[in-house]
């Protein structure tokens, strides 16, 4: 089975700072999807941004990017000028072409962004 | 807004009782996907429909089960409510296909007294 591991359960970061976030998986797939959700105070679960395994350059969303290492399943993200909405949970998850096609979470973490 | 609706945002009810959770996706979607949020399992699957048929299962208890009607919405029965059943429960959809990203209702919270 799948798993995904998020190592820092709380990071925090200085306003306008840039901090990375790690995530590291396990699959014997060679197929397959990762992403990063974030998750604010109000719960919503909100895509922050996805990449394809079967890609080499690493995905980028305006201030925030990713630095995918295929042969290590590492995927972390990197959040640049960080601002205040940046404080959030971030959740990294991965699926696959399998038969099943949920989303496999790792468990987060707690990210505060200081003044 | 992702385009997913779900209801009731809050609801809070007693062990034993009965509750349906309801799901609207997105404009084209097919597929609706169900995950609990709890403090201590995180985030889990639940389970899958796509186009009315079940198509996978997580971990989803016997007393939970699930639907998806023809006109694509879904809802979520949970029976013999526990008190470790107070989760923060959601759905997503997406067209069906892996490729494709799951889309996030703003969710359902259960507390169970």
């Known amino acids: 089975a799948q798993t995904v591991t998020q190592s820092q359960p709380e990071m925090s970061v200085q306003e306008a700072e840039t901090v990375t976030l790690s995530c590291t998986y396990d699959t014997s797939e060679s197929d397959y999807y990762l992403f990063w959700y974030k998750q604010p105070p109000s719960r919503q679960m909100i895509l922050v941004i996805r990449?394809?395994?079967?890609?080499?350059q690493n995905a980028t969303e305006n201030r925030f990017s990713v630095n995918f290492q295929k042969a290590a399943k590492s995927f972390s993200l990197k959040i640049s000028d960080s601002q205040l909405g940046d404080a959030a949970m971030y959740f990294c998850?991965?699926?696959?072409?399998?038969?099943?096609?949920?989303?496999?979470f790792g468990s987060g973490t707690q990210l505060t962004v200081l003044p | 807004d992702s385009g997913v609706t779900q209801t009731p945002k809050h609801l809070i009810t007693a062990t034993g009782q009965r509750v349906t959770l309801r799901c609207s996706p997105r404009?084209?979607?097919?597929?609706v996907y169900w995950y609990q949020q709890s403090l201590d399992q995180g985030l889990q699957f639940l389970i899958q429909?796509?186009?009315?048929?079940?198509?996978a299962k997580g971990n989803i208890l016997e007393r939970f089960s699930a639907q998806q009607f023809p006109d694509l919405h879904s809802e979520l029965n949970l029976s013999s409510l526990e008190l470790g059943d107070s989760a923060l429960y959601f759905c997503a959809s997406n067209k069906g296909t892996v490729q494709e990203t799951q889309y996030f209702g703003p969710g359902t919270r259960l507390l169970v007294l």
């Open positions: 404009s084209g979607d097919l597929s």
């Open positions: 998850a991965y699926n696959d072409r399998g038969s099943a096609r949920q989303l496999t």
């Open positions: 429909y796509y186009n009315g048929e079940e198509r």
């Open positions: 990449q394809e395994a079967y890609k080499q």
